[in-house]
Nanobody, 127 residues
Framework: QVQLVESGGGLVQAGGSLRLSCAHSGRPFSNYNMGWFRRAPGKEREFVAAITWSGSSTYYGDSVKGRFRISRDNAKNTAYLQMNSLRPEETAGYYC????????????????????WGQGTQVTVSS
């Protein structure tokens, strides 16, 4: 079983930055693709970013390209989401997710593609 714990959320002004962390435990981290999703009040959970198990490929939602960056540190069993130029409409709960092994990219950008989820961390962007 895999456990995921997010941290790093908080309150930030529009245009500011935050870095989220996702600590992975229970199974070898290097075997898992990692993703970030978010859910704003009254909206569906939305894909934000993903990184493959090897770190060789990354994927981003259209609205965050050029502003967010996903990364991983296999020595620390942790995935990160660096968020820059944050906007008020990006206020949401942010969730990390994990999927085992080699997989098609299409599965990494959809909620149903993941096996494990964290509890989320709240990000609030004030205007």
């Amino acid at each position: 079983q895999v456990q995921l714990v997010e941290s790093g959320g908080g309150l930030v002004q529009a245009g500011g930055s935050l870095r989220l962390s996702c600590a992975h435990s229970g199974r070898p981290f290097s075997n898992y693709n990692m993703g970030w999703f978010r859910r704003a009040p009254g909206k569906e959970r939305e894909f934000v970013a993903a990184i493959t198990w090897s770190g060789s490929s990354t994927y981003y939602g259209d609205s965050v390209k050029g502003r967010f960056r996903i990364s991983r540190d296999n020595a620390k069993n942790t995935a990160y989401l660096q968020m820059n130029s944050l906007r008020p409409e990006e206020t949401a709960g942010y969730y990390c997710a994990a999927r085992f092994g080699i997989t098609q990219a299409v599965l990494l950008v959809t909620r149903s593609g993941y096996d494990y989820w964290g509890q989320g961390t709240q990000v609030t962007v004030s205007s």
